[in-house]
């Protein structure tokens, strides 16, 4: 099957034409002028009209210039784009490599450049479903005055790289990053998506009967988080470590630095 052919089906576009059009895959929105924003063209090309995403199929990361929307017309994103079109892009690969991961890593993990962010995906170890997308900010872009880290719409807290649960030694980090330096080296690791502070009962239940390394960031909320982590552990008769990377701030520093 090409990559055209591909396309069509992972996006669900009904053919029209020459061409094929349907619901946007990275907007989500049906527009407010158009019924059927998203065009796919014969030679690959695609647009949408109303996000203004335009971009081609075996192709780089998509350009994205994004058109407000009337305010009375704007609503919640409820699915998610599909972040394999942006996989593996070389801007990625640059700035994970130079965080200590190898080429490999981002392309196991699916890491990439979405034209404004670099994009860390998490699926659901039971099922394979997209549980959301981390985007990281690009310092090169000085147009970007979001946070460091922001989430595209419709992203769920999940549990990153949950597949480790299988291990009976588990290390719960920070951040993707982290985690993904300890993989490269076999170690199986684990974070939340939504951050130090949030791991749910129902997360620590998935821990029961396992060994469990608390690693932090060196900072005072990463150890205040490992502590009230750790708490909730032995709660539960889980068996709890905590470790640090001290005097380096967290996990991915101190794996480059001993390179």
């Known amino acids: 099957m090409t990559s055209i052919s591909n396309a069509i089906d992972r996006w669900h576009l009904r053919r029209s034409g020459d061409t094929y059009t349907g619901q946007c895959p990275f907007c989500q929105k049906p527009g407010y002028k158009h019924s059927r924003?998203?065009?796919?063209?014969?030679?690959?090309?695609?647009?949408?009209?109303?996000?203004?995403?335009?971009?081609?199929?075996?192709?780089?990361?998509?350009?994205?210039?994004?058109?407000?929307?009337?305010?009375?017309?704007?609503?919640?994103?409820?699915?998610?784009?599909?972040?394999?079109?942006?996989?593996?892009?070389?801007?990625?690969?640059?700035?994970?490599?130079?965080?200590?991961?190898?080429?490999?890593?981002?392309?196991?993990?699916?890491?990439?450049?979405?034209?404004?962010?670099?994009?860390?995906?998490?699926?659901?170890?039971?099922?394979?479903?997209?549980?959301?997308?981390?985007?990281?900010?690009?310092?090169?872009n000085l147009a970007d005055h979001a946070p460091k880290y922001t989430s595209y719409k419709g992203s769920t807290a999940w549990i990153f790289n949950e597949v480790a649960l299988e291990a009976d030694v588990v290390v719960v980090c920070e951040g993707?990053?982290?985690?993904?330096?300890?993989?490269?080296?076999?170690?199986?690791?684990?974070?939340?998506?939504?951050g130090v502070g949030h791991f749910p009962d129902?997360?620590?239940?998935?821990?029961?009967?396992?060994?469990?390394?608390?690693?932090?960031?060196?900072?005072?909320?990463?150890?205040?988080g490992a502590f009230q982590l750790a708490h909730r552990l032995e709660a539960q008769k889980i068996e709890v470590k905590i470790i640090t990377s001290w005097p380096y701030k967290d996990i991915n520093e101190g794996l480059v630095a001993s390179e």
Not at 73 to 79: G, K, S
Not at 106 to 111: D, G, N
Not at 176 to 194: F, K, M, N, R
């Open 37 to 140: 924003p998203f065009v796919l063209f014969p030679k690959g090309n695609y647009f949408c009209n109303s996000c203004n995403i335009k971009g081609h199929v075996n192709g780089d990361a998509p350009i994205y210039r994004p058109s407000p929307l009337p305010s009375a017309t704007r609503r919640p994103q409820a699915m998610l784009p599909d972040p394999l079109l942006w996989a593996n892009h070389p801007k990625a690969v640059s700035y994970f490599g130079a965080r200590g991961l190898t080429p490999e890593t981002v392309a196991r993990f699916h890491l990439g450049y979405d034209s404004w962010r670099y994009t860390i995906p998490c699926w659901r170890a039971s099922d394979g479903k997209l549980m959301g997308i981390k985007r990281r900010k690009d310092s090169a």
């Open 202 to 224: 129902e997360w620590i239940s998935k821990l029961v009967n396992k060994k469990v390394i608390l690693w932090f960031d060196s900072d005072e909320p990463g150890r205040n």
């Open 176 to 194: 993707e990053i982290d985690v993904l330096g300890l993989v490269q080296i076999g170690i199986h690791a684990i974070c939340s998506t939504a």
